[in-house]
């Protein structure tokens, strides 16, 4: 499809594609066409390539919006959803701007696979594209995250933690007694799938389904894109972080511990590693995937907020595309997790009662 000096791309050419994505000072790994592949094999995920060329036939502009549909049915039909995970990819000058907002235009008005709405989580500070959303409809909203410099030596990165994390990783790191391993078969891939899924049922959160954790392995893993962790203590595994690389920096991206181990510091020591991992390789960043919204109380953000990282506030765009399935799914959401919560919450308290 052509729009004046532009024309726009659903498929391209895999190494100008990643040489686009790596050159590019803004480019992050949820544009690279490996996280594409990862989304585009995996169950429930449907990634959506636009791509602006301009007339000599060059990428000016990215959006890469996955549909997620976890559900069949009427569900499906109040869950459809669009998560841009690392937003829009332009240059900050007239004629990047003018790329996206073509972009935006063809997105908008041909978009045929019918999301309730389109999320665009912002990796970066995109206020220069503000003006330009908004007048396309996206709602702006702040949402937080925390970014961790790494560094050497690690007592650096241990003196920016909050007291009680610094005093749990030199607990650790003179008893040892969670062993850290770094996975490197498919085996060990189901194993942190495994803990996952304990760890989000017991919070009532949705979980990816397990294609796109073995997709990420067999995709990522060899161009070493990925790390997968896991933290055992005696002979149980216990925990697990997967972790994103590219360029200078690790991405948090799923992470979870068997809740009967709780009592262990055993989200601080795997994460220790991970840090300490990264500064050893090169790496400069953690970035940890977002903290919530400000005004909301949300308990990972409290976790996160003990590693000493930057706190920063990129916030992210919302475009509804059907208000009413928007609203009546959000009010079922809420309704039933809080069900579900209260109902688990009482039924522990019944069994604490007969132990």
Request: proline share 3%; with cysteine; net charge positive.
């Amino acid at each position: 499809m052509h729009t004046e000096n532009y024309s726009i791309a659903h498929s391209l050419d895999k190494q100008s594609w990643s040489d686009f994505v790596f050159q590019h000072p803004y480019g992050n790994i949820f544009h690279t066409p490996e996280m594409y592949d990862v989304f585009l094999n995996s169950q429930n995920h449907t990634p959506k390539l636009f791509a602006a060329m301009n007339k000599s036939g060059r990428i000016a502009s990215i959006f890469i919006p996955v549909l997620l549909n976890h559900h069949h049915g009427f569900h499906n039909f109040l869950t459809n959803r669009c998560v841009s995970y690392g937003s829009l990819l332009a240059n900050q000058d007239d004629a990047g701007i003018k790329s996206t907002e073509i972009l935006l235009n063809q997105y908008i008005k041909h978009i045929n696979f019918y999301p309730i709405y389109t999320e665009l989580r912002n990796i970066i500070d995109l206020t220069y594209l503000r003006n330009l959303l908004i007048k396309y409809k996206f709602c702006y909203y702040d949402y937080l995250n925390y970014v961790i410099p790494l560094e050497k030596p690690f007592e650096n990165m241990l003196n920016r933690m909050c007291r009680s994390a610094r005093k749990s990783i030199r607990k650790e790191l003179r008893n040892k007694t969670i062993e850290i391993e770094s996975v490197h078969s498919f085996e060990k891939v189901s194993i942190c799938y495994d803990i996952l899924r304990s760890s989000y049922h017991y919070n009532c959160v949705p979980l990816a389904d397990k294609s796109l954790f073995l997709n990420s392995f067999r995709i990522l893993y060899p161009k070493n894109m990925i790390k997968f962790t896991l933290a055992k203590y005696n002979d149980d595994y216990i925990a697990t972080s997967i972790d994103l690389l590219y360029k200078d920096t690790i991405y948090g991206w799923y992470g979870g511990f068997i809740r009967q181990y709780s009592k262990l510091p055993v989200n601080i020591i795997i994460m220790w590693h991970v840090l300490t991992w990264g500064a050893s390789q090169g790496f400069k960043w953690y970035d940890f995937g977002g903290a919530g919204k400000p005004d909301e109380k949300y308990g990972v953000r409290d976790f996160k907020a003990k590693f000493g990282g930057n706190l920063v506030n990129y916030g992210r765009f919302l475009y509804i595309h059907s208000p009413i399935r928007y609203h009546i799914g959000t009010i079922m959401y809420k309704i039933l997790r809080s069900a579900i919560l209260y109902f688990k919450s009482n039924l522990r308290s019944f069994f604490s009662v007969l132990i």
